[in-house]
């Protein structure tokens, strides 16, 4: 019976430059090493399955603490790694139980690896929150627009605000809102997506979330990106943005392993 796995932090091209793993440490605190097959790297480390196996961390993804010290620890890897080129993170908790097996994971799995790898070439994920004051949007008046009168969408909303009454109304105009400025983010990147908001207790604030976006950004925009991000902030009376990254594309790389 092993005792020991392998946990998988990411892929790489097997074709690019060894990746600098010098003093870099992953989850159990283990040097971190590369499986090479097929044209491709797999960065791994060898766990404990006492801890990083099925039981493991079945009993272990209960404890918060630990979850988030093991989140940090494998995004500190993938983020080492993403500083130097082109990376399809693993998600966490991927753990094989030997190296033999992340070769054939490789082998089979070439193609989509690979597209992957080019999808995010040169690019970036940032984050977007918009964060809604209710007692911003209700003190917003509405105007009335010209009928036939030709405007494009942000000036058309603009000019809709209104005073609303109670909270249902003033969550549809902050959901307005957001629908435009993921709208509008998406001209400035090459791919957004919208997650769910989350838990409202975890963020802190008591301000509705009403857009959790993602998006893939060229590192050459990322400027214009964050620039486009405080505009539409400022010219949107009620709504807080909050802007993360740039981080690994975790969300775009696409879900090679099933």
Same mark, same amino acid.
């Given at each position: ?12 091209? $097997? ?7 010098? $003093?870099? +440490? ?50 500190a890897v ?9 990376? #399809? ?16 994971l490789l ?16 690019? #970036?994920?940032? @984050? #977007? ?8 949007l209700k ?36 959901? @307005? +809102?957001?629908?435009?400025? +993921?709208?509008?983010?998406?001209? +400035? ?6 997650? &769910? ?6 963020? @802190?604030?008591?301000?509705?979330? #009403?857009?959790? @976006? ?23 009376? $009620? ?9 690994? &594309? ?9």
């Amino acid at each position: 019976m092993p005792t020991d796995g392998v946990w998988t932090y990411a892929v790489v091209a $097997g074709d690019a430059a060894e990746p600098d793993l010098a $003093g870099l +440490h992953g989850v159990s605190g283990e040097p971190v090493r590369t499986v090479a097959n097929a044209g491709l790297t797999a960065v791994v480390g060898t766990v404990g399955l006492d801890e990083f196996g099925e039981e493991g961390l079945r009993r272990n993804l209960e404890n918060l603490d630990w979850l988030a010290a093991t989140a940090r620890a494998h995004d500190a890897v993938i983020s080492a790694l993403a500083r130097s080129g082109p990376v #399809v993170p693993m998600r966490m908790a991927t753990v094989y139980l030997d190296d033999e097996r992340v070769r054939q994971l490789l082998a089979a799995r070439r193609a989509d690896f690979r597209a992957a790898l080019e999808r995010v070439t040169g690019r #970036v994920e940032m @984050g #977007v929150k918009a964060y809604a004051d209710p007692r911003g949007l209700k003190g917003q008046q509405n105007a009335d627009v010209a009928a036939g009168e030709k405007m494009s969408g942000t000036a058309y909303l603009m000019r809709r605000r209104r005073a609303l009454a109670d909270d249902d109304d003033a969550f549809r105009l902050a959901a @307005g +809102h957001a629908d435009r400025i +993921h709208a509008l983010l998406l001209q +400035h990147a090459v791919d957004g997506k919208r997650k &769910p908001a989350g838990d409202q207790r975890l963020s @802190g604030r008591k301000d509705w979330t #009403v857009l959790n @976006g993602t998006y893939l950004v060229d590192t050459t925009t990322i400027d214009q990106f964050t620039a486009t991000v405080a505009a539409v902030g400022a010219d949107t009376p $009620g709504i807080e943005l909050e802007t993360t990254g740039p981080w690994p &594309p975790y969300s775009f790389a696409g879900d090679v392993v099933a």
